[in-house]
């Protein structure tokens, strides 16, 4: 064999030597108030592995890159087939679900960092409770009085209802929350999640008899006016939800519920009390 082609397939095999083992760069933080940082891994190469795939191998094996013994790393994860929300995580520095990211499809080193406007509760384990106190505040939900039977629902046209399937497919993993500029720790602005499931409710033939609860939750604190319209949020959802028509749709209804306060109020609460209309 020439040497030209003996080098060749020397560096080829080192190669391969060398993938078979992955670095994770992994955020450590015990707690939200202890200063934290990275700590390296290595994992062995598996074809179509995901990354929380990788994190059960390093929970099995807590030994790093150093071959020292650490802790194991904390994570969220449940359904591991993108449908609970609760794994989204900063996967080379771009908020995304770690149970659909394949390890063959991301750049070597992969670092591994929480959400970040989201307190901490340890290594990549967030608290998202601020989603769903403004999915409270919406009122994210339809009424129904469950003491007797109500018969069929409401029909809806097909274009109704893939109109609002996309909607429903929100799985609050808060990536658009993470990638919002808007949201910060430090305030409260409820980014697209919150207002796209306000729509969602709105647009359901039930729901709209609280249409109007559900835009004055929109305008409290935190609310739809303190979007920037930066329209990072739809980048980012991993179900393609239409973010910022929803944010377009809600702005609309909630500046209608506006004059209609302003010029009709007191003509609405006349006609309840029996007063001329
Ligand atoms: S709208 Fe998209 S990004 Fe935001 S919480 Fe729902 S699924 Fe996640
Ligand atoms: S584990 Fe449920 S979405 Fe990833």
Same mark, same amino acid.
């Given at each position: 064999?020439?040497?030209? #082609?003996?080098?060749?397939? %020397? ?11 992955? %670095? ?39 030994? !790093? ?45 992969? %670092? /591994? ?10 290594? /990549? ?9 403004? /999915? #409270? ?9 469950? %003491?007797? !039977? ?19 497919? =929100? ?8 990638? =919002? ?36 939750? /929109? ?17 980012? =959802? ?21 004059? #209609? ?17």
């Amino acid at each position: 064999m020439d040497e030209a #082609k003996q080098v060749g397939r %020397t560096s080829e095999s080192k190669a391969r030597a060398e993938e078979k083992w992955i %670095t994770f760069r992994i955020w450590r933080q015990e707690e939200a108030d202890k200063p934290g940082g990275f700590e390296d891994f290595k994992i062995a190469y598996r074809k179509g592995a995901n990354v929380i795939s990788c994190l059960m191998e390093i929970q099995r094996n807590p030994v !790093n890159a150093a071959g020292q013994t650490t802790t194991p790393v904390t994570w969220d994860a449940a359904c591991l087939e993108e449908v609970c929300g609760s794994c989204a995580m900063n996967i080379n520095g771009r908020v995304r679900m770690a149970c659909s990211a394949l390890v063959d499809k991301l750049e070597w080193p992969i %670092t /591994l960092e929480p959400m970040r406007k989201f307190p901490m509760v340890r290594d /990549l384990a967030v608290d998202r409770s601020r989603m769903f106190e403004s /999915l #409270k505040q919406v009122k994210a939900w339809i009424e129904l009085d469950g %003491t007797h !039977n109500l018969g069929p629902g409401p029909r809806q046209s097909q274009s109704e209802q893939a109109q609002r399937y996309v909607l429903s497919t =929100c799985i609050t993993c808060g990536s658009c929350l993470e990638a =919002c500029p808007q949201v910060t720790q430090d305030n409260d602005f409820m980014g697209a999640a919150p207002i796209s499931q306000a729509r969602l409710f709105n647009l359901h033939p039930t729901g709209a008899m609280h249409a109007d609860d559900r835009l004055r939750g /929109l305008m409290g604190p935190g609310g739809i006016q303190d979007c920037g319209k930066a329209q990072n949020c739809v980048q980012v =959802c991993p179900k393609e939800i239409p973010l910022t028509t929803s944010i377009a749709a809600m702005n609309r209804d909630v500046t209608k519920l506006v004059v #209609k306060d302003l010029f009709f109020k007191d003509t609405e609460s006349e006609a309840a009390a029996g007063g001329p209309a």
